[in-house]
């Protein structure tokens, strides 16, 4: 079996990655074997620097990122020595982000329109939260200490564990939804499954499109959560990395969005 093959069979059967993440890893792969690039130092060099002539730094990072991921896989279960992609430099490139970024304060207001109570409370606790997705379909009650207001994530990215606090509101939202419920996860189905993926997504795009004119995906929500943390909580970045359980404070830094117009119009002034 090739590390192809391997790593296709591996992401099939991660018990925790989403469909998307899934699909996205195994694109990823398919592009590496199309242009026969193997697991060595050279050749994944040649492959980047082809790379840069073709995509954008954003995608060449992203893609570095998910095959450093995939590299670690393969050294832990033996099939490589070490992790060839880490002797890669992965590209630098600094910018300002998007302007088409929402906050925090814009966004749970649209998200309230969701008509389906589970999916608009799921999407609220993620948004006052920061938990990725597959971490909030995953929490079950007992995760849940309403006295305290906080909440155990058990299946966090890379094995790693947290508390993140609960404002007071949403924790009134949370327990007034259980009706005294102690057992299962927070958010299922009436046969007490997790909560469909693709049905809570499309219900987070619809209200998106019908009140911002855009589709909003779950990882924004998380992008304004901590935004919104640094620029008007004002908690510094090692805080913001513990509560979304960032393993380094650089991936943390990469979710703070500036504020894109602000400089603009100052540039504008300038050039006036």
Do not use: C
Not at 49 to 55: A, T
Not at 196 to 223: C, D, K, Q, S, W
Not at 231 to 249: M, N, T
Request: no cysteine; aromatic share 10%; hydrophobic share 35%.
């Amino acid at each position: 079996m090739t590390h192809y093959d391997y790593l296709d069979q591996y992401l099939v059967m991660h018990p925790s990655y989403s469909f998307e993440t899934i699909k996205a890893y195994r694109s990823d792969l398919r592009q590496m074997r199309r242009y026969h690039v193997d697991w060595s130092v050279a050749s994944l060099r040649r492959y980047f620097d082809w790379m840069k002539l073709h995509y954008k730094p954003s995608t060449i990072l992203r893609r570095y990122h998910v095959l450093h991921r995939l590299g670690n896989v393969l050294v832990e279960r033996r099939r490589l020595k070490t992790n060839p992609v880490a002797a890669i430099r992965p590209i630098v490139h600094q910018r300002l982000q998007d302007e088409t970024y929402h906050d925090s304060e814009e966004l749970i207001p649209v998200i309230r329109q969701i008509q389906d109570p589970t999916y608009r409370l799921f999407f609220e606790v993620l948004s006052q939260t920061g938990l990725r997705f597959m971490e909030a379909r995953l929490l079950s009650v007992q995760d849940l200490d309403l006295m305290k207001g906080e909440l155990y994530v058990r299946y966090g990215k890379g094995g790693r564990t947290r508390t993140v606090p609960i404002g007071e509101t949403l924790r009134e939202k949370i327990r007034l939804f259980l009706v005294g419920r102690t057992t299962g996860y927070v958010f299922q189905s009436v046969t007490g499954r997790k909560i469909n993926e693709h049905a809570a997504r499309r219900a987070l795009r619809e209200v998106g499109f019908t009140y911002l004119g855009r589709h909003v995906r779950p990882h924004m929500l998380r992008i304004a959560y901590a935004t919104y943390l640094y620029q008007q909580a004002g908690l510094k970045l090692l805080e913001i990395q513990r509560l979304l359980g960032h393993a380094s404070i650089s991936t943390t830094e990469g979710y703070i969005r500036s504020q894109t117009s602000h400089v603009r119009n100052v540039l504008n002034r300038l050039s006036a």
